[in-house]
């Protein structure tokens, strides 16, 4: 994409010619089907949606494409400098990220960003097609057209979630690209596209079904929809919506995944081993005929390795935490013992060689099937899980009441209590948690979900909503306190700024593109 005509390439790709792989999003894949062009048929219709769950935003999550970077979506972690990439001197953009030099390098950055660019708006694309031509296609079933126009509705929204908190003010795109009429459009306001990304994720809501992700075969759902709507409420600060939606999940089927043990049946270690899980309410899928996990199994250990598995050549730590960040966590709870979240030695069953090392791996990552037999990873990667419902329940109710509620205090105490080594109970934690201030809530809030979702690309995102930075002790395990973000320092020392806080546009989409501009203090121009 990087060196065609955008407007071919979003008229070929983004309306056109689309690979559906509909059976795939069932438990037990068995096909490919190649479709036709256009929005013509019913089965063409079903083809270009299905195609969204592939594409775009969702694939900045999922891909593990490099054995040297991880997907997309952990880059802007390494802003923090929490986290690191052990490959950096070659993988320039994590470096950069981590030491906040982006602006003086810009073209490297706008090389790896260039995809999310082009591909959400790709998606955009083909979901416009979708919402416009879709109901003027005869179906069959009218459910069926209704799901398929919400489903489209959903994807074009979560694109522009990711973009508009990457970006800033991007284009917007709400019909299809059809000729060269519609093609370059200058940027919008971010609260424009948000009221865009509102609208669509509330129609979605109406319009898909109320089952849980795993029931409805992995395709979007009403709890999907919403989840996201309660996200992007919480990322604009609209707290009482918020609580709304994030409730409407938490009082779904979906529920909070129990623990067997401490051990290797904790909640944890089933999230990590086990697909399908009622916690899932929305996952990128694999499997390990049509599309495998690529190198997420090996993003869980260092180059070291590689002497220990022989089932893919290359080991690397591309999204690994540092000493500093895993003192976010008291020394009682589960999620920093060994083999729940992270680990430091493993030994191969199969041969009795021994894998140690003194920087935390990812234990979360380690499928062992594929680095012990097939070589090929099939766990699927949660985007969102009722963890993460509970979380923005807890804050987003205390905030909207500015009180310390039964309610929030209750969300909260939840993922506590399962993260308790101590056996201390739901209703104790709620009780200690309702002596807080609204504040000092609303911070133990976001210091629990820096331990509850630090895997899962989380971290960039409440930094930027919050405009606070988490200074995590280096000295008191679970100890954390919050300072303003921009003239603050990250972990790596580096100071931010408020240009920091965005992306630069691709610089080939400004040569592209005459109307738009560049992002504060990065270069316009190669």
């Not at 935003?57 to 979506?73: E, F, M």
């Amino acid at each position: 994409m990087k060196t065609r005509n955008f407007a071919i390439a979003i008229l070929l790709t983004g309306v056109l010619g689309l690979s559906s792989c509909e059976k795939f999003l069932e438990e037990q894949p068995k096909s490919n089907e190649t479709l036709n062009f256009f929005y013509k048929t019913e089965a063409q219709a079903i083809g270009n949606v299905n195609a969204l769950y592939r594409r775009g935003a969702t694939v900045r999550y999922g891909n593990a494409g490099s054995a040297y970077l991880g997907p997309t979506a952990s880059i802007p972690t390494f802003l923090t400098g929490y986290f690191t990439n052990s490959y950096e001197n070659q993988e320039l953009i994590c470096q950069y990220s981590r030491l906040l030099n982006r602006q003086e390098n810009t073209r490297i950055v706008s090389n790896t960003m260039n995809t999310i660019w082009n591909d959400s708006y790709n998606s955009i694309n083909i979901a416009n097609g979708a919402v416009k031509h879709i109901p003027e296609i005869p179906f069959t079933d009218a459910n069926q057209q209704k799901t398929l126009i919400a489903t489209a509705k959903f994807f074009r929204a979560f694109n522009y979630f990711y973009l508009v908190k990457t970006f800033g003010d991007v284009p917007l795109h709400l019909e299809p690209t059809e000729n060269l009429d519609n093609l370059y459009l200058e940027r919008s306001p971010v609260a424009t596209v948000y009221q865009a990304i509102e609208q669509d994720l509330k129609d979605a809501v109406d319009g898909l079904p109320a089952v849980t992700f795993t029931e409805n075969k992995n395709r979007i759902t009403k709890y999907v929809a919403a989840m996201t709507l309660a996200n992007v409420y919480l990322q604009q600060g609209k707290f009482a919506e918020a609580a709304t939606y994030s409730k409407m999940v938490v009082n779904s089927p979906h529920n909070l995944t129990a623990n067997e043990d401490l051990k290797m049946k904790s909640a944890y270690n089933k999230l990590r081993s086990t697909d399908n899980l009622a916690e899932s309410i929305y996952a990128y899928e694999f499997d390990g005929t049509i599309s495998s996990s690529g190198w997420w199994p090996t993003y869980g250990f260092n180059s070291s390795a590689t002497a220990v598995f022989d089932k893919y050549a290359i080991f690397e730590r591309v999204y690994g935490p540092t000493k500093r960040f895993l003192n976010v966590y008291k020394a009682d709870d589960l999620r920093i013992q060994p083999n729940q979240f992270f680990h430091w030695e493993y030994k191969n069953p199969n041969t009795g060689k021994i894998w140690k090392s003194e920087d935390a791996g990812v234990w979360y990552y380690v499928d062992e099937a594929a680095v012990l037999t097939s070589g090929r990873g099939t766990k699927d990667f949660n985007i969102y899980r009722y963890a993460e419902a509970l979380l923005i329940a807890a804050e987003s109710t205390a905030k909207a009441a500015n009180a310390v509620t039964a309610e929030a205090a209750g969300y909260l105490a939840r993922i506590k209590a399962r993260a308790s080594t101590t056996n201390k109970t739901v209703a104790q934690f709620t009780t200690e948690l309702q002596a807080l201030s609204p504040t000092a809530f609303v911070e133990e809030v976001w210091t629990e979900r820096l331990r509850e979702l630090p895997l899962e690309f989380k971290m960039w995102d409440d930094c930027l909503r919050t405009g606070k930075f988490p200074v995590i002790s280096e000295t008191e395990k679970g100890r954390v306190t919050y300072i303003n973000l921009v003239g603050g320092k990250n972990a790596s020392g580096a100071t931010f700024k408020d240009s920091d806080l965005l992306w630069p546009i691709s610089l080939d989409e400004l040569q592209r593109n005459p109307k738009l501009t560049q992002n504060k203090d990065y270069q316009s121009k190669n």
